[in-house]
């Protein structure tokens, strides 16, 4: 049996939009309810304009974050629709700068 190093830190983080069918009487609330039990959802939020739902999802790498919507996510009754964006790079968080800017020079081109 092979021992596998558990990464604590999250690698991915990635932002999910959903488009649900909503229930009667009870609207968006129970799906978003099951959604935001999953242990890789660190936030839900109702949201205006194509999609219902936007959900932050965390995992350790691209892959665990594509199988969660494949295998638990999309699946779901009641979710219509999904569209997953993987952060690439964080320059602002939470009112922080993160990084400053690099001002590199470009070489000049002339023919």
Do not use: W
């Not at 939009?17 to 939020?45: H, L, M, T, W």
């Not at 949201?47 to 892959?63: F, P, R, T, W």
């Not at 919507?69 to 009641?78: C, E, G, H, I, R």
């Amino acid at each position: 049996m092979r021992k596998t190093a558990v990464n604590t830190s999250v690698a991915v983080r990635a932002l999910i939009e959903v488009s649900i069918v909503p229930q009667k009487d009870v609207g968006f609330d129970n799906v978003a309810q099951r959604i935001y039990e999953f242990p890789e959802v660190k936030s839900c939020y109702l949201v205006s304009g194509g999609y219902d739902l936007l959900v932050i999802v965390e995992g350790n790498n691209i892959q665990t974050v594509a199988d969660f919507v494949a295998a638990k996510l999309s699946s779901m009754p009641n979710v219509r629709q999904t569209a997953t964006h993987f952060l690439l790079r964080k320059y602002k968080e939470e009112g922080q700068i993160l990084k400053q800017p690099r001002h590199e020079r470009r070489q000049n081109i002339s023919y």
